[in-house]
């Protein structure tokens, strides 16, 4: 009965590669996020649906797109994958009325 | 720019002594606050959430809220060497859109 899901945990990958890490949450909360975890553990926002709803899209390079098929679901879809790109990457989730963050257990990307 | 600061550490204290951690917001909409904290190689978890100014006790924690001084801050009582982990400090916006966190205290508990 997890809370939220994603997968893969871990995903090593070549340059120039296309890659996609899922997210699944069953909270039923109205909100998902995507959350870049870099080197030094600085935990920065990507993205934000609400309602499968796209309202929140942080200054990323446009390599990277999120999908939304339904308000549990959140996927991140990584084009022409590049070194910089290796860090952490949690999706979360929670409910636009004050609610907190539930997080992932992460996916740890490395770029080789 | 809507920023959440903390002092980086390392803050290293003596099992059983109470580490106090801080935390400054910018953003003056900000309505909600959350304490997470986070293993080496593991996902935030929440320990705390504080809305209203004052203080929030949850067992050995206890938060405490400034909206005035725009400050947050986390007491760990009887601190434990499982304590050791960094914190994450966390400020919702007025929207609940979204979730802005600290870089991270990281907190060591020497046995």
């Known amino acids: 009965d997890t809370a939220v899901s994603q997968t893969p945990k871990y995903l090593v990958t070549q340059m120039g590669n296309d890659k996609s890490i899922k997210c699944e949450q069953n909270l039923g909360h109205d909100t998902m996020y995507w959350y870049k975890q870099d080197s030094k553990k600085f935990l920065k926002i990507m993205f934000s649906y609400n309602n499968k709803e796209l309202i929140i899209n942080e200054t990323v390079p446009n390599r990277f797109s999120p999908k939304s098929p339904d308000k549990a679901h959140l996927n991140l879809h990584i084009n022409s994958l590049e070194l910089g790109d290796s860090a952490v990457y949690f999706c979360?989730?929670?409910?636009?009325?004050?609610?907190?963050?539930?997080f992932g257990q992460g996916t740890r990307l490395t770029v080789v | 720019q809507k920023e959440v600061e903390q002092n980086s550490g390392p803050l290293s204290v003596p099992e059983g002594a109470i580490a106090s951690l801080n935390c400054t917001y910018s953003?003056?909409?900000?309505?909600?606050f959350f304490w997470y904290r986070q293993y080496s190689g593991k996902s935030p978890e929440l320990i705390m959430s504080?809305?209203?100014?004052g203080d929030k006790e949850d067992g050995r924690f206890t938060a405490q809220l400034n909206k005035a001084s725009q400050y947050v801050s986390l007491l760990i009582r009887d601190s434990q060497p499982s304590d050791s982990a960094t914190y994450l400090c966390?400020?919702?916006?007025?929207?609940?859109?979204?979730?802005?966190f600290g870089p991270g205290t990281r907190l060591s508990v020497l046995p």
């Open positions: 966390a400020a919702r916006d007025n929207y609940g859109q979204n979730f802005v």
């Open positions: 504080i809305y209203s100014n």
């Open positions: 953003d003056r909409g900000s309505q909600s």
């Open positions: 979360a989730s929670s409910q636009t009325s004050r609610g907190m963050a539930f």
